[in-house]
């Protein structure tokens, strides 16, 4: 009699799952909108246009943004990079040995590097060095500084992406590699390095995007008119106008380099995920 009762009882109305997930989906995009309109109707147009677009002022500043500062920051973030991936793979290594004291070091190196802000480490470039190293001269001048600073950071990070890389090749690969007479560095050099790159290539290029921007911090070191990066270029011409439209400018330059790169990336992963399936 009881089971009768259940069956015959009504059963409570209510949203299917699909109905409550579209009624969720609705009330966020309503929201975003009425932010949208929030911003739109309350932000002073005229104003923010008066400071931030000046067609005028932005055409004062080609073609030496882009043959000088967007020139000088891809040469910082390139030199910089190439460093640091130089000292990564090392450091990595270091990292992986079997040798107590090489561990011990790139643990050391990779934390203190990591932990530290790059601004720090680009004041102690300028300062302290000079005066560890009294009549020291680092090559390059402020492009060899700017690459040991932007070098020093990124390889601190890369020595973690190219362990993680090295890991991540199969252990059968340095077998079949050492059985056919390569000896372990022979092997690691010829066999898994390069795997490990492809492996670890999308990331490097977000590494290389992170020092584009840190490149900002260049101007630390003391640059020379002809030294200067965007950041430093963008904020001059911004004092000497009284109009933040070069700042603008400055970061739409960096855009132009950037997100072709983080498109690169994702095209890059996409591939990666294919071949894994």
Do not use: H
């Not at 009882?9 to 209510?14: A, D, E, H, I, M």
């Not at 246009?49 to 910082?76: E, G, S």
């Not at 300028?126 to 500084?145: D, N, R």
Request: charged share 15%; aromatic share 8%; net charge positive.
């Amino acid at each position: 009699m009881a089971d009768t009762d259940v069956r015959l009882r009504p059963r409570k109305k209510g949203l299917t799952r699909s109905q409550k997930r579209r009624l969720s989906r609705g009330v966020q995009y309503a929201v975003f909108v009425a932010a949208v309109i929030a911003v739109a109707v309350t932000a002073d147009w005229g104003r923010l246009q008066n400071q931030f677009a000046q067609p005028d002022i932005a055409r004062q500043m080609f073609p030496d943004v882009l043959t000088l500062a967007l020139k000088n920051t891809v040469l910082y973030t390139v030199s910089g990079f190439v460093l640091g991936v130089a000292l990564g793979l090392v450091v990595a290594l270091m990292r992986l040995s079997s040798v107590g004291p090489y561990r011990w070091v790139a643990s050391v190196y990779i934390e203190v590097f990591r932990g530290l802000p790059a601004l720090l480490i680009f004041v102690f470039i300028a300062v302290a060095v000079p005066l560890a190293f009294p009549g020291t001269e680092i090559p390059g001048g402020t492009y060899g500084k700017a690459a040991l600073g932007l070098g020093l950071i990124g390889a601190a990070y890369m020595a973690e992406t190219f362990r993680a890389g090295i890991q991540a090749v199969p252990k059968g690969q340095m077998e079949a590699a050492r059985s056919l007479g390569f000896s372990p560095a022979r092997a690691m050099v010829s066999i898994i390095i390069p795997q490990a790159f492809r492996i670890i290539l999308p990331p490097l290029t977000n590494e290389f995007i992170m020092l584009f921007k840190d490149s900002s911090l260049v101007l630390l070191l003391g640059v020379t008119l002809e030294e200067r990066e965007l950041s430093k270029f963008g904020r001059d011409l911004a004092s000497t106008t009284a109009n933040s439209t070069p700042i603008l400018v400055a970061g739409l330059c960096y855009l132009l380099v950037t997100i072709p790169l983080g498109f690169v990336v994702r095209r890059m992963e996409a591939k990666a995920q294919e071949a894994v399936k």
